[in-house]
């Protein structure tokens, strides 16, 4: 097989470059590791950025989130006895948009449908060859038949534990990380959401965090620890934990029911450094990880598509590398703000097992510093709403 861009992973960053890349004509394969059913089925993300929306608008996949997606103007900050709200269109004149990332990839599945592209399940054993000459190939094996794609690119979309980022050599990246010392328990649930708006809460027994898919469909979080099992949990003892860190007239009006799915994340920050390799370009998950408070793992996967995107535009239509040249310093710069904010809501926000008595009374400062000061929280809305790119 032959293609001008191999795609490696069928999960949002892949999906979304082959959508892009096909408006200008730029032909691609994506390899999807898994079917297209347990992708869909996979609870993540929930909140996307202008710019990730912008981005689905111009791949023509932004109907349906137009016409179901929730604007939300705003979030609340509950600590102590205290609730505040950060206005986002206020302070930056940019709302986010509540549409979850399984609707967002079943978007985009259906558009590469409908446009006739190639996409390869259940691929297993992929390798990127010669990703340092100008003739790069990706081997892999499906059913048990061994297949090789010929083409101009690699992009490397298959998440954190994918292949691509290992593609490159240990002496020729850097790595850095930062594992915190819980994860987050969550839940999806048939039930209306408690509030119009998310509802992030620093509590001492833990952070919780109300979110939604829809009028109908709630999402709520607990951190929990790291060993604990999604088992551990009964309905029942979720809600009455998670009414426990919410303020009293939250916990009064939540309506609870039966969850649909219950899973536990790991918090994690990760970057790896340089995103390309040659002809090699990694985008999204598996170049970088944030922790979810702030919800910016999906926005800085797509902001990392819109500049690649970019370069490879300028290269099928001019033949020159200026674009794809500066693709890994563009999205690195963007990248580390995304990571810089993301740990700075986490550290804010979250119980750590070993936080002193000066610790918490920082944490205490830096909320009510947030609820107190119009600039801090213009800062705040600024990263949350997404930087620019
Ligand atoms: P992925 O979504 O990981 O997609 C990569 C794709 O590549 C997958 O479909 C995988 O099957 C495929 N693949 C892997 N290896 C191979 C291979 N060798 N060959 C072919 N295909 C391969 N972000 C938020 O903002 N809010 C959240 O609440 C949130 N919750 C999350 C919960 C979990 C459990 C996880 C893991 C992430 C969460 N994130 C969240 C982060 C967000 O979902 C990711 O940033 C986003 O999915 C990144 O998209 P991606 O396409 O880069 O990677
Ligand atoms: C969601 C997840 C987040 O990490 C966040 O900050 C906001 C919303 C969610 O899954 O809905």
Redesign the pocket.
């Known amino acids: 097989m032959k293609t001008q861009v191999a795609i ?9 470059l082959a959508q892009l890349l096909h408006t200008q004509g730029i032909d691609s394969i994506v ?4 079917t297209k059913e ?2 869909l089925g ?6 996307l950025e202008q710019g990730l929306v912008g981005l689905l608008e111009q791949a023509g996949c932004a109907d349906r989130l137009h016409a179901e997606g929730f604007t939300h103007d705003g979030t609340l900050i509950a600590y102590g006895d205290q609730m505040f709200r950060v206005d986002f269109t206020a302070h930056v004149d940019k709302p986010v948009v509540v549409y979850g ?1 399984t609707e967002v ?1 079943r978007d985009l599945y259906a558009a590469r449908e409908a446009a006739g592209g190639q996409i390869i399940y259940n ?2 054993d ?1 390798v990127i060859h010669d990703a340092k000459t100008d003739a790069p190939y990706v081997s ?1 094996a499906v059913e048990g038949e061994s297949l090789r794609i010929d083409c101009d690119f690699v992009a490397g ?8 980022r290992k593609t490159i050599p240990e002496d020729a990246r850097q790595e850095y990380e930062k594992i915190y010392p819980f994860g ?1 328990l ?1 839940i999806l649930s048939e039930t209306p959401p408690v509030n119009h708006e998310l509802i992030y809460a620093n509590h001492p027994r833990g952070f919780a965090l109300c ?1 939604m898919r829809n009028a109908q469909l709630s ?1 709520y ?1 607990i951190q929990c620890s790291l060993d604990d099992h999604p088992d551990n949990w009964s309905d029942d003892a979720f809600w009455e934990e998670l009414k426990r860190r919410i303020p009293p007239e939250q916990a009064e009006a939540l309506v609870t029911g039966p969850s649909i799915e219950k ?1 536990i ?1 790991p918090l994690r920050s990760f970057v790896t450094e340089p995103m390309r390799w040659g002809r090699l370009f990694l ?4 170049a970088h ?2 922790p ?1 408070t ?8 797509a902001s ?1 598509v819109h500049y690649l995107f970019e370069g490879l535009k300028i290269f099928y239509k001019n033949g020159t590398k200026d674009g794809i040249d500066v693709y890994s310093e563009k999205a690195l710069a963007r990248v580390w703000k995304a990571e810089r904010f993301s740990w700075w809501f986490t550290s804010m926000m979250h119980r750590f097992p070993d936080q002193t008595a000066f610790d918490l009374k920082m944490q205490i400062a830096d909320l009510e510093f947030l609820r107190g000061s119009t600039s801090a929280q213009k800062a705040m809305a600024e990263n949350y709403v997404g930087l620019p790119y």
């Open positions: 490696i992973g069928g999960g949002p960053s892949g999906l979304l390899l999807e590791r898994k347990y992708v996979r609870i993540r993300a929930g909140v990332q990839t691929v297993d992929v892999f979309c298959d998440g954190f534990h994918g292949v691509s987050w969550g979110s999402r979080y899973s994340a985008c999204g998950d598996a990880i944030v979810p702030g919800a910016k793992g999906l926005n800085t996967a990392d």
